[in-house]
Nanobody, 115 residues
């Protein structure tokens, strides 16, 4: 059974940092594009960052310079280091893995940034 399990969310003050982890199991995700999405309160889910199997990374403009996505192939895990957090970064953060027609979602982890 394929699973993506996020962890590392929580409550942090503005300017603080959090590191999210997404542990994959059930298959090897080394060739998958792994990504983080988030859903702010009352809004649609939105793209945050992605990392391809080869290591190329992509970010939404509002997090560039503050967030860093990385992956540990040996641990089948993807990370999102979030620095200089802002209240507008609040939301449920979801991990996604995709390749071709296959895609998988985690259950989400809550990130709340207080002002």
């Amino acid at each position: 059974q394929v699973q993506l399990v996020e962890s590392g969310g929580g409550l942090v003050q503005a300017g603080g940092s959090l590191r999210l982890s997404c542990a994959a199991s059930g298959r090897t995700f080394s060739s998958y594009t792994m990504a983080w999405f988030r859903q702010p309160p009352g809004r649609d889910r939105e793209f945050v960052a992605a990392i391809r199997g080869g290591g190329n990374t992509y970010y939404r403009d509002s997090v560039k310079g503050r967030f860093t996505i990385s992956r540990d192939y040996a641990k089948n895990t993807v990370y999102l280091q979030m620095n200089s957090l802002k209240p507008e970064d609040t939301g449920v953060y979801y991990c996604h893995g995709g390749i071709g027609r296959r895609d998988y979602w985690g259950q989400g982890t809550q990130v709340t940034v207080s002002s």
